[in-house]
Structures are given as structure tokens and as C-alpha cells.
């Protein structure tokens, strides 16, 4: 049981911050005159602690930003205990990625006989329904003419959150397919923790919505990828291509490969002919979901990968999509790239860790095995820089903290595929544990982590995004702490 016993307060390090939100770098300066909140003491089992400090960020991150109807607000202050603003979906998703960490957290005791501390992971499948139920608010319905189809009805996900359920605006710039990637991602995780076929089924639709925004122009060349164009751009009324809308979708196509291997399950199609025709085409989908997860990490590396091995963010374009008519038929038609560039975010390296490691664990091709091990090495290089605290410095951004959890996940994914990835997954460790120990406020984590608050109550904003990617990434950390 955990031991109610405070730590003394003349052990605690006082630790803040004056930078604002846009500050370059996770370094803050200290001020010796902030108190700090002595913290209970803790299980010694780093697996179990992981899962309670995931389960507590969780709790205290629902009530902080969540209120009636599923309504979430964009910040909390956790220095004046205000909400502020409304989330678009993207972060609204980051709740349901840490309940699904959570989930799996539980699910890595259980294997091997521990006990948590607190909770259940029945009480969490209980907070993912009620959080894919208020999902449904961001859902809306529109019609789409792509590169193979001419005004096809889709009910997607969009930006902002409607009125009411189904009612989101979702036509033009309203929903992008990144968004909808992670939306998959997440709702393929939930169906593994739970066995829910419903979440498989959304995941699958949604899937379909994603693959007709590929690129099926043919070009002049054979690529590695197929003799097409090639790419997601970053939305449907978007001619920009971009890192953020083709790796996060690698990793949930092998998962849905993997599941219909061995299967006789058949999907239809469209492509286009040599002669500009569109046309069907039935494969089982195990072929399907794999051929187009390679054919986006083909795509993604020759075209974003940085001479020092991470990922630019983006191919530009001019963004007035343009269109062909066949046969009577309009359909939308490429716009030539103006080249790659772009910030190199952890995120958009992190998908191609994630990517290469499970195309590896399902193909035993050892082309990703050593794709894989050499972007680590590359990631690990360039963006984690050891500090004279012990701790890590990651380049800080309004979002970047949510970026870096996605560069986690990669890295421990490539961790269970044999690459070593110790050392950089322990960066997170690391500078989780020393938020925890010296910054908890109101259960919630400085945006900075390792910098602290600032003496200016009003710059203690923590995005929603932020916060749940802290606690889906202790989650994580349970069964990395157990390797």
C-alpha cells in the first residue's frame, strides 16, 4: 500500500520559471523562493509507480479540463485552478491515447502478477466510452471529390467541436487526415485493450477515408513506392504534403495487416489506369493494408528525410487544387512539389521509428530492422541534450511536448525489435520523475517539465495536449520500466 508519510519540506528543491510559452528551449531559471510540494513517499517498483503517477495525471487532467457533455477546455492553470479556451479534437484524442496507456499499463501488470496501487482497468474502459461518446461532437458529415472518386459522402472527424453530435463542420479546411490518423491509431489500440469490434469497424472506415487521399497520379517515373505521384497531403482542400499526414498512418495499417493475415477478408479499391481512367481493384486487405503502409514509408523517407537522418516537416505546394475531367468525370489531379523543409519535430521522426519498427516485426525484413536502428541513432543524436541538472533538454514549442511523446513511443517500440533504445527512452524517465518530484502543482506537470513554474501566475498554462501526453507516457513507461 502506497505509505502516507510526507517528505521533509527542507529536502525540497524550489525550482520555476519566467519563460513563456514560447520559449526555445526546456531550460527555465531557477528561483530558490518558489515552495515546492513535498510529495508522499512511493512504491520502490518503478512499473507500479509509473502506473499510479499515469492514473493520477489521468484523473486530476478529466477534471481539469473536462466539464459537462464532454467538453474540453484547450488550457488549465494549475497556479490559479482555471480552464480556458476549447480544445480542438487533436488534443481531445491525446485524452483517449492516455486512457488507452493506461489500459495497456494495467494489462502489463496483470501479465506479470503485480498489483497497482490503485484503480482498475475496468474503471478506465468505463472513461474510454464516455470519451469516444463525446468524440462524437467533433463528427460531421461532407462530400469529396478525390484523386479516384467524384463526391463521395464521408462522416469524418473535424477541427473544431459542433454543437451537437454529427454536427461538425468538416468541409474544406475543417478536417485534416493527420487528425483522423491519430483518431485510428488510438481507436485500434482501444479495440486490442478492450475486444470491442466497434472500434475496429470506425478504425477500418475511417482508414478508407485516409487511403482515397493518396496521391494515385501516375508519374514519370518508377519510385520505390510505385509508379504514382505518392503522399497524403495534410487535408483534403490542402495541396502540401507533410510528414504529420503520412508517417502516424504506418504503424495502424500493419497493425490492421497483422490482424488480417491468414485471413480471406477483401477490399475494393480505386487507382488510376494508364490511360487516366479510374479504376477498381479487389486484394485480400492483409495485402492492401500492407502494400499502402509501405508505399507511405517509402514515400515519407525519400522525400523528408534530412541529410542528418530526422525528418523535415513538409513537400510545399501551390494549394489551389486543380482537376481533370475523364470521361465526364471530374476528379482532382496532383500539384507538383516546390520541395521538402520544414522544422524537424520529434513527432514526425518518431512515426518513422514506430513505422519501420512494426513493418519489421510483421515483414522479418531486415531493410527496416536497420532503417530503424539508424534512425534511433539519429533521433538520439539530434534532439535529447544531457544537462548539468542530469536532465534532459528537448527543444520547447507550444506543442512540442506532445511531439515528443510521440518520439517515445517510436523509440520504444523500436526498443521491442531489438534495437537498444535504453538510453533514450530513460530521457523521458527522467525528466518525468524530476517534474514529479519538484514541480506537482494541483496534480498537473510545468509545460516544461524540467524548467518548473514561472513566479507570474498568468504564464502557468498547461495545454490539454500536454497534459494527457505526461500521463499517457507514464503509462508507457510501465512495461518499459519491466524490460
Known sequence: MKKEILTMASLVIAITTTASCGSSNDILPDNPNTPVNPQPIENSDVSI??????????????????????????????????????????????????????????????????????????????????????????????????????????????????????????????????????????????????????????????????????DWCLDDKQNAWGNEVGGITWGPSYCTKHACSNGPFISPLVWLAEYYQGKSDKITYRTIHADGKRQDVTATKADYYLMMAKKIYEWQQYNLRASDGVYLDMVGANNNIRYEVIDGVQYRISNPGTGAGGTKHTYNSGTMVSGGSDLYALTHDSRFLDDTRKLYNDTFSYFPKKNSKGTWDYAYSNFSRWFDDVLMRGWISAGEIGVDTKEGVATFQTNLDYAWEHFLLNKTLPRGLTGGWSNNDAQNDVRALVAFAYASEYGMLVGSALQ
Open 49 to 214: 509507480r509509473n502506473l499510479t503517477r499515469a492514473t493520477t495525471l489521468f484523473d486530476a487532467a478529466m477534471q481539469h479540463y473536462i466539464s459537462g457533455d464532454m467538453k474540453m477546455a484547450d488550457m488549465y492553470n494549475p497556479s490559479t485552478d482555471k480552464p480556458s479556451g476549447e480544445a480542438d479534437v487533436w488534443p481531445y484524442t491525446a485524452a483517449i491515447e492516455a486512457c488507452n496507456s493506461i489500459l495497456e499499463g494495467y494489462a502489463v501488470l496483470a501479465k506479470t502478477g503485480k498489483t497497482p496501487e490503485q484503480g482498475s482497468s475496468a474503471t478506465y474502459k468505463a472513461q474510454l466510452e464516455k470519451l469516444y461518446d463525446g468524440l462524437e461532437y467533433y463528427a460531421g458529415t461532407f462530400k469529396l471529390t478525390s484523386y479516384t472518386r467524384n463526391n463521395q459522402e464521408w462522416t469524418v472527424y473535424g477541427v473544431h467541436r459542433g454543437g451537437m453530435k454529427g454536427g461538425a463542420r468538416v468541409d474544406g479546411d475543417q478536417n485534416v487526415y493527420d487528425d483522423q490518423q491519430w483518431i485510428i491509431r488510438e481507436l485500434l489500440r482501444s479495440w486490442k485493450a478492450t475486444g470491442e469490434q466497434k472500434y475496429l469497424d470506425k478504425a477500418e472506415y475511417l482508414t478508407a477515408y485516409v487511403l482515397d487521399g493518396w
